[in-house]
């Protein structure tokens, strides 16, 4: 194994925290947070200066997610319904960051990086809206200071416990790049099962669009459910035809006794988590006949199938007003 000497620490120690927040806030799957625990430990044995990783840390994050933020800024809603089909997290985040946003404004980017699942969004998504890159980069700032301060006085705090496991691993061949790795390689484990476990799940409670087109045509339609969320419908004034357009805010009101034979729900992106939460709330209710349409209505568009326009003034579906 590697084994890295206190000069190498030294000299070198500053640029891998550089290296890995940036390589992190432009999205590749690396933990940045054991390195910067690690870092932390060598500033409280006296092989780092706390103030030069801190700069190290801040401006890679903020090159990172000004690169981001310049991409939702020049490609808008193209950029994050990218993101949204691409990953199993990041449209649940996207729905998470919209409904933040809406509700305390821009202060959302200092407390986003402390945050699984928001720290990578709400770059891109900040740059969709009419947010100044001055305000963006005053607040980004603020909270890039905090969560790597955090971390690397965590770290500092707890050098004498990093400092018994290095001990123990040094007869052995180890070093701090094999508890790196070994952090690397489970996080990446942990992430692949998760959307393992996802498409297992949706390969059995997902409905085509061709398939609703046919059950849309048949005698008994279903009813089907539109849940994106409101400040999108804002911006896709369109739906499936017949949809209603349900409020997410009251899924809790959710009437057990929906009388349509079938429910098929959909939102905007393949894994829309929207769509997986109203569908959870119905069965906890015994709603049983309840699918979620395969690629949300991206994928219904995308396949030529007829959307109608929402009305000027379009109102919610409450759920709760539903009954057989």
């Given at each position: 194994?590697?084994?890295?000497?206190?000069?190498?620490?030294?000299?070198?120690?500053?640029?891998?925290?550089?290296?890995?927040?940036?390589?992190?806030?432009?999205?590749?799957?690396?933990?940045?947070?054991?390195?910067?625990?690690?870092?932390?430990?060598?500033?409280?044995?006296?092989n780092l200066?706390?103030?030069?990783?801190?700069?190290?840390?801040?401006?890679?994050?903020?090159?990172?997610?000004?690169?981001?933020?310049?991409?939702?800024?020049?490609?808008?809603?193209?950029?994050?319904?990218i993101l949204?089909?691409?990953?199993?997290?990041?449209?649940?985040?996207?729905?998470?960051?919209?409904?933040?946003?809406?509700?305390?404004?821009?202060?959302?980017?200092?407390?986003?990086?402390?945050?699984?699942?928001?720290?990578?969004?709400?770059?891109?998504?900040?740059?969709?809206?009419?947010?100044?890159?001055?305000?963006?980069?005053?607040?980004?700032?603020?909270?890039?200071?905090?969560?790597?301060?955090?971390?690397?006085?965590?770290?500092?705090?707890?050098?004498?416990?990093?400092?018994?496991?290095?001990?123990?691993?040094?007869?052995?061949?180890?070093?701090?790049?094999?508890?790196?790795?070994?952090?690397?390689?489970?996080?990446?484990?942990?992430?692949?099962?998760?959307r393992w476990?996802?498409?297992?799940?949706?390969?059995?409670?997902?409905?085509?669009?061709?398939?609703?087109?046919?059950?849309?045509?048949?005698?008994?339609?279903?009813?089907?459910?539109?849940?994106?969320?409101?400040?999108?419908?804002?911006?896709?004034?369109?739906?499936?035809?017949?949809?209603?357009?349900?409020?997410?805010?009251?899924?809790?009101?959710?009437?057990?006794?929906?009388?349509?034979?079938?429910?098929?729900?959909?939102?905007?992106?393949?894994?829309?988590?929207?769509?997986?939460?109203?569908?959870?709330?119905?069965?906890?209710?015994?709603?049983?006949?309840?699918?979620?349409?395969?690629?949300?209505?991206?994928?219904?568009?995308?396949?030529?199938?007829?959307?109608?326009?929402?009305?000027?003034?379009?109102?919610?579906?409450?759920?709760?007003?539903?009954?057989?």
């Amino acid at each position: 194994m590697i084994q890295i000497p206190p000069s190498a620490i030294e000299n070198w120690g500053s640029a891998a925290v550089f290296a890995n927040v940036l390589a992190t806030r432009l999205g590749v799957p690396l933990p940045a947070i054991p390195v910067l625990v690690f870092a932390g430990s060598a500033i409280a044995s006296g092989n780092l200066v706390f103030s030069h990783v801190l700069c190290a840390a801040v401006v890679a994050a903020l090159l990172g997610d000004g690169v981001w933020f310049s991409a939702g800024r020049i490609y808008g809603r193209r950029l994050t319904d990218i993101l949204g089909r691409m990953s199993l997290s990041l449209d649940a985040s996207i729905r998470t960051t919209r409904a933040l946003f809406e509700r305390f404004g821009v202060a959302i980017v200092a407390v986003a990086k402390f945050v699984p699942g928001l720290a990578l969004i709400t770059p891109p998504l900040m740059g969709t809206t009419l947010i100044a890159p001055v305000v963006f980069v005053a607040w980004d700032t603020l909270g890039t200071v905090a969560w790597a301060s955090f971390w690397l006085l965590g770290g500092a705090l707890f050098e004498r416990q990093l400092a018994l496991l290095l001990t123990w691993l040094r007869p052995h061949g180890g070093s701090i790049l094999d508890v790196l790795f070994i952090a690397a390689v489970l996080y990446l484990t942990y992430r692949y099962l998760l959307r393992w476990r996802f498409r297992k799940w949706l390969s059995r409670r997902v409905v085509s669009p061709e398939r609703l087109y046919r059950m849309m045509r048949s005698g008994t339609p279903p009813l089907i459910l539109d849940a994106r969320p409101v400040s999108v419908r804002r911006d896709d004034l369109y739906r499936i035809p017949g949809a209603l357009l349900l409020d997410v805010e009251s899924l809790e009101t959710m009437d057990a006794n929906l009388s349509a034979s079938d429910i098929v729900v959909y939102g905007m992106y393949p894994n829309d988590a929207t769509a997986r939460k109203v569908r959870k709330q119905l069965l906890r209710k015994k709603v049983v006949n309840v699918r979620i349409l395969y690629g949300g209505l991206d994928e219904w568009v995308r396949r030529g199938y007829a959307v109608e326009p929402l009305p000027p003034a379009f109102n919610l579906f409450d759920a709760s007003m539903a009954r057989s």
